[in-house]
Nanobody
Framework: QVQLVESGGGLVQAGGSLRVSCAASGSIFSIGIMAWYRQPPGKQRELVAGISSGGRSNYADSVKDRFTISRDNAQNTVYLQMDSLKPDDTAVYYC???????????????WGQGTQVTVSS
């Protein structure tokens, strides 16, 4: 069974740092884009940052210069380092990845179960 498993969420004070991780497991031939989305309370899910298999990254304007996305292709893992956290960063953070598996001809999008990040003021 292919799945994305996140870890590392929690409660942090404003100005602090947190790192969340997401590991893909199961029968995986290759991984394309990996990304982090978040869904603040009462709002829609939004893209936070994405990274290609070659390491090219992009960020939402709201997190530029504060968050850093990275990936370890050997470990099928993507990370999001979050610095200078603000209360507005409070959300459930979801991992996203496009996976090539034995079950489909093409890359298919998978989502993690989400991890809560709460930033107190």
């Amino acid at each position: 069974q292919v799945q994305l498993v996140e870890s590392g969420g929690g409660l942090v004070q404003a100005g602090g740092s947190l790192r969340v991780s997401c590991a893909a497991s199961g029968s995986i031939f290759s991984i394309g884009i990996m990304a982090w989305y978040r869904q603040p309370p009462g709002k829609q899910r939004e893209l936070v940052a994405g990274i290609s298999s070659g390491g090219r990254s992009n960020y939402a304007d709201s997190v530029k210069d504060r968050f850093t996305i990275s990936r370890d292709n050997a470990q099928n893992t993507v990370y999001l380092q979050m610095d200078s956290l603000k209360p507005d960063d409070t959300a459930v953070y979801y991992c996203y990845a496009e996976l090539k598996t034995p079950y489909y001809e093409h890359y298919v999008a998978y989502w993690g179960q989400g991890t809560q990040v709460t930033v107190s003021s």
